[in-house]
């Protein structure tokens, strides 16, 4: 009979075997896209590397099955969820996630109770996940859309996890869609019309990212993102150390024309970010930018080509929210940012996401140009 065992994470080769595990399970699936080794080491590397544990604390186990690592996952608890009035959390909410397993309900039920008591342990009444770590990373399991590779900053998982997690007694409680459509031809006449009546309202322009000083411009953008989605399910707001965290990972792959800063009567209200598909850039990498990785993808992002686009975050200050001029400026952002997608970069397909399901306003800009849901993620709870 064979022997399962947990181990916690605790030294570097831990981190490591925990990091690799993916390679091994994902050996046979061709749409699988590996991660850069170096920032999932980062993510988990404690408060030196990833600022997100200045409010949150997390614990790593690794699942062995006759000597072998078979699985891997997380349990956190975030001081920022467990908060009163944090919009699907509140206090006794906790979180697990990086979930990975070979298709074998003991290993994973050996994971998901070492998750669990940790969340007891630390006064935790229901657990969540996953969330690898937290909702700015790479929220949701992908219950839908199995047939091609995800975008850049978007998770992938093996078809046998849904029924893992299932299985365990866990029910979903939210999901976030991934909206793909073609973009090199132009929108809807609808939006069309739309995108020029914006651009004879003199009090609204909205204008590219100056990456000359990209700190304050990320900080900006950040500080509308705040205020945007405070009220969304799952929203935690972005510490100062955090902003200035992403700030610094997103400059490299950030290019003006694809990231525009809606004003109003001369005030930034809005913005939209648009990433060029880096998975693209990076796929053929496996993981390492060691010996020559760094110097493939520097020129690479000198003046990417690729197929597909992801527009990660978008958003307007709750003040403008449902009045007519917050719908003018998004389809504008869309709009120019859709022609320089295609003209700079040779892009043909754009993703947004994710969308929560009940996001309206969102899903109503996501009819009008013609997309359609390709990849959902489920967010699952359990009562502990």
């Not at 404690?46 to 699985?71: R, S």
């Not at 046998?160 to 991934?178: F, N, P, W």
């Amino acid at each position: 009979m064979s022997m399962i065992t947990l181990k916690r994470v605790e030294s570097a080769a831990d981190r490591k075997a925990f990091v690799d595990l993916p390679w091994t399970l994902y050996a046979n699936d061709p749409h699988w896209v590996p991660p850069l080794k170096g920032e999932m080491l980062g993510l988990i590397g404690g408060i030196k590397t990833n600022p997100w544990f200045g409010h949150a604390e997390a614990a790593f186990w690794l699942a062995l099955k006759d000597g072998q690592v078979v699985g891997r996952i997380s349990a956190q608890v975030d001081q920022l969820v467990i908060a009163p009035g944090a919009p699907g959390g509140g206090p006794g909410t906790g979180h697990w996630g990086m979930f990975e397993c070979i298709d074998d309900a003991a290993v994973a039920n050996a994971l998901f109770g070492a998750a669990e008591d940790r969340l007891r342990s630390r006064g935790m009444t229901r657990a969540q996940g996953p969330f690898s770590l937290s909702v700015w990373d790479e929220p949701g399991l992908l219950v839908q859309g199995f047939e091609g590779p995800p975008t850049v900053m978007m998770g992938h998982h093996l078809p046998h996890y849904e029924r893992l997690v299932t299985a365990r007694g866990y029910q979903g409680v939210k999901d976030l869609h991934a909206w793909s459509l073609p973009i090199a031809q132009p929108f809807p006449e609808m939006v069309q019309r739309i995108v020029a009546f914006s651009e004879r309202n003199a009090k609204l322009v909205t204008r590219p990212v100056n990456k000359a000083k990209f700190d304050q411009e990320a900080a900006l953008i950040l500080d509308i993102l705040n205020d945007a989605w405070s009220d969304n399910w799952g929203f935690v707001p972005l510490t100062p150390a955090e902003i200035a965290y992403v700030g610094k990972k997103l400059k490299p792959i950030i290019f003006e024309n694809l990231v525009r800063i809606a004003e109003y009567e001369g005030v930034p209200v809005g913005f939209m970010i648009t990433l060029p598909d880096i998975n693209e850039l990076t796929r053929d990498l496996n993981g390492s930018l060691f010996p020559f990785g760094w110097a493939k993808l520097l020129w690479r992002l000198r003046a990417p080509r690729v197929k597909r686009m992801r527009v990660p975050l978008m958003g307007i200050r709750k003040s403008l929210q449902g009045h007519r001029v917050a719908s003018l400026m998004a389809f504008q952002m869309i709009e120019y940012i859709r022609r320089a997608s295609v003209a700079e970069f040779g892009a043909s397909e754009g993703e947004i996401g994710w969308i929560l399901d009940d996001n309206g306003p969102m899903r109503s800009i996501a009819d009008a140009i013609d997309s359609h849901v390709t990849r959902t993620y489920r967010i699952y709870e359990r009562a502990l």
